[in-house]
């Protein structure tokens, strides 16, 4: 039976750690704290090297999980960004000239995504979400949620997850 691939996206406390938690024989790798609340099976991690050490453990396959579940994918990514800033020693992206370190930080980040989607596990990805609305051609306005990442990463996580789902 083929592994599900979930990204789940909501505001704060909207259920989604609680409902990924769920899934068969879950491990969080939990960047809020909140999964503690739901599951013993989690480590809380604060920084890339934390988050990196764990992910690694589960990816080798010394466990008993089924399912990984990563939360709070936006703070995955502000480590990454982090880890480059440090790294080329500058505070901003642009102080490195032109798109060098977004590239560094958008091929880092994505390098763990593409390693967990590819992982012979459940896999549950969980964002915060942005709300937005738009206007039609005719001035109507809708309301609209997307999860919280920019619109590139946003386009190619659609790409590689099998579901894509809103908890509110």
């Known amino acids: 039976m083929d592994k599900v691939k979930?990204?789940?996206?909501?505001?704060?406390?909207?259920?989604?750690?609680?409902?990924?938690?769920?899934?068969p024989n879950v491990f969080v790798i939990n960047t809020d704290g909140n999964a503690r609340f739901f599951t013993?099976?989690?480590?809380?991690?604060?920084?890339?090297?934390?988050f990196s050490?764990?992910?690694?453990?589960?990816?080798?396959?010394e466990h008993k999980f089924d399912t990984l579940v990563i939360d709070v994918l936006e703070h995955v990514h502000d480590f990454v960004r982090e880890y480059y800033l440090s790294k080329f020693d500058i505070d901003h992206e642009t102080d490195l000239g032109y798109g060098k370190a977004w590239t560094a930080i958008k091929e880092g980040f994505?390098?763990?995504?593409?390693?967990?989607?590819?992982a012979d596990y459940n896999v549950?990805?969980?964002?915060?979400e942005?709300?937005?609305?738009?206007?039609?051609?005719?001035?109507k306005e809708t309301t609209k949620y997307k999860p919280s990442l920019n619109d590139k990463l946003h386009d190619r996580m659609c790409g590689i997850m099998q579901l894509v789902g809103r908890c509110y």
Request: proline share 2%.
């Open 130 to 139: 942005v709300e937005y609305t738009e206007v039609s051609k005719i001035g």
């Open 53 to 61: 050490e764990k992910l690694n453990w589960f990816l080798r396959g």
């Open 6 to 23: 979930l990204w789940l996206y909501g505001r704060p406390f909207s259920g989604k750690t609680k409902f990924a938690t769920e899934f």
């Open 110 to 118: 994505w390098t763990i995504i593409n390693k967990v989607a590819t």
């Open 40 to 50: 013993k099976n989690v480590a809380v991690v604060k920084n890339i090297n934390e």
């Open 124 to 128: 549950i990805l969980i964002s915060h």
